[in-house]
Structures are given as structure tokens and as C-alpha cells.
């Protein structure tokens, strides 16, 4: 009866649980995308404070531009007047390839996306 016993524990064979080695990878990942996410939100705060210290030179460019396209304006308005000098600069810049409206009364400042 020894033997019977003795035979039948040698032969089997001991079935391994992939429990643990699941859990591992589940925290794993959970580790990971926590990881993840933080790392995200601080840069996405530093990108937020990045913007905010840019936006008074956003602002103070809008204004140089809005006055060069007036004077840009004014200039197109002498040289439809006959003014040489001004009609110069105006050829100048059209061959720059920049246009001047001088009918156009609205700043035409480069749109600032929020």
C-alpha cells in the first residue's frame, strides 16, 4: 500500500496559479499609467504657466501690428494721392509680397487661439 501511495504522489505533477504573476502586471500597469498621469498634469500646468507669461507679449505685439498696418495704410492712402516716396515703399513691399488695403479700417492682427 506503501508503494501505491509513493507512486501516485511522485506522479504528479503540481499545477502552477498564474494568479500572482497576473497581479503583478495588473499593478504594474496601474503603477504605470498613475505614473503616467501625474507626469501629465504637471506639464500641462507648466505649459498653462508658460502661456500666461507669454500672453503680455502676445498682447503688446496685436498693438505693434495694429499700428504698423495703419501706418502701412497711410502710406498706401499718400501714394494713391500722387506722394513718390510713398508710392515707392508700397512698390517695395508688393514686391516683398506684402499688401496693403488702404481701405481697410479693422486691425488685422494675426488671430489668437485660446
Known sequence: ???????????????????????????????????????????????????EAQEPQVQNSSKLR????????ETARLAKQGNANARLLIDELQKRGVTVNPDDNTASAAPVDK
Do not use: N
Open 1 to 51: 500500500m506503501d508503494e501505491q501511495r509513493h507512486e501516485s504522489g511522485a506522479g504528479r505533477k503540481t499545477e502552477k496559479s498564474t494568479f500572482l504573476p497576473f497581479l503583478i502586471v495588473l499593478l504594474v500597469l496601474i503603477g504605470w499609467f498613475a505614473f503616467q498621469s501625474v507626469q501629465l498634469f504637471e506639464e500641462r500646468g507648466a505649459l498653462s504657466a508658460s502661456r
Open 66 to 73: 495694429a499700428s504698423l498696418d495703419a501706418m502701412a495704410r
